[in-house]
């Protein structure tokens, strides 16, 4: 079981919002079958049946196993994740581009941006899994706390600089077999680049 799955597919997207598919999705971080989320959730066992089937028809849940139980068979399922997150590429025609207004102090830019590394991030976990391999990624999470805005601005200047500082060191356009990476502070290759399924040693 994956810790985060993205999901890309507008159809599996669909089936992961209805509340109820959501709930069954919660209930099976722990294996369970149609009975067991039937006596769970208070519902009919044909009903979770058919929302199991659904959400087994889209990769959202997987056969853990088979039990034979007398004359029957019960079939286990378990979550292919313990969460989800919806990758703008399920969304295409309306999906944001940080590309078309940027603006580094707008709030809807950096939502934009957010997007995209999702998208981005998510094709990467998606072409290294079907290839069972491993994505290199390096993220930085901190916070903060300003005395005032003019601290806060000061941050973003000296930020800024060495970051750029950084770019201006290391990036170098003309490398034979180079792979290029975005930095937002979270640094990952894009996807579609040279070398996007080499392993981690080769990396």
Same mark, same amino acid.
């Given at each position: 079981?994956?810790?985060?799955? @993205? =999901?890309?597919?507008? +159809?599996?997207?669909?089936? #992961?919002? *209805? /509340?109820? $598919? !959501?709930?069954?999705?919660?209930?099976?971080?722990?294996?369970?079958?149609?009975?067991?989320?039937?006596?769970?959730?208070?519902?009919?066992?044909?009903?979770?049946?058919?929302?199991?089937?659904?959400?087994?028809?889209?990769?959202?849940?997987?056969?853990?196993?088979?039990?034979?139980?007398?004359?029957?068979?019960?079939?286990?399922?378990?979550?292919?994740?313990?969460?989800? @997150? =919806?990758?703008?590429? +399920?969304?295409?025609?309306? #999906?944001? *581009? /940080?590309? $078309? !207004?940027?603006?580094?102090?707008?709030?809807?830019?950096?939502?934009?941006?957010?997007?995209?590394?999702?998208?981005?991030?998510?094709?990467?976990?998606?072409?290294?899994?079907?290839?069972?391999?491993?994505?290199?990624?390096?993220?930085?999470?901190?916070?903060?706390?300003?005395?005032?805005?003019?601290?806060?601005?000061?941050?973003?200047?000296?930020?800024?600089?060495?970051?750029?500082?950084?770019?201006?060191?290391?990036?170098?356009? #003309?490398?034979?077999?180079? $792979?290029?990476?975005?930095?937002?502070?979270?640094?990952?290759?894009?996807?579609?680049?040279?070398?996007?399924?080499?392993?981690?040693?080769?990396?």
């Amino acid at each position: 079981m994956l810790d985060v799955a @993205v =999901i890309e597919e507008p +159809a599996a997207a669909e089936a #992961s919002l *209805d /509340p109820l $598919r !959501s709930r069954i999705l919660a209930e099976l971080v722990e294996p369970g079958s149609a009975a067991s989320l039937a006596a769970a959730l208070g519902l009919p066992r044909q009903k979770v049946n058919y929302h199991l089937k659904e959400l087994e028809r889209h990769g959202l849940v997987e056969l853990q196993e088979e039990r034979r139980k007398g004359n029957m068979t019960e079939r286990v399922y378990r979550a292919t994740a313990s969460s989800y @997150v =919806i990758s703008p590429a +399920a969304l295409s025609a309306v #999906s944001p *581009d /940080p590309s $078309r !207004s940027p603006d580094q102090l707008s709030a809807r830019w950096l939502v934009a941006l957010g997007a995209r590394l999702v998208q981005e991030v998510g094709a990467l976990l998606a072409g290294a899994a079907r290839a069972r391999q491993r994505v290199a990624t390096f993220g930085i999470d901190a916070e903060v706390r300003f005395a005032s805005p003019t601290d806060r601005s000061a941050f973003v200047e000296e930020l800024s600089a060495a970051v750029a500082s950084l770019v201006g060191r290391y990036h170098d356009e #003309s490398a034979e077999g180079g $792979r290029t990476h975005r930095v937002v502070v979270a640094l990952h290759q894009v996807p579609g680049t040279p070398g996007t399924r080499r392993t981690d040693e080769e990396r």
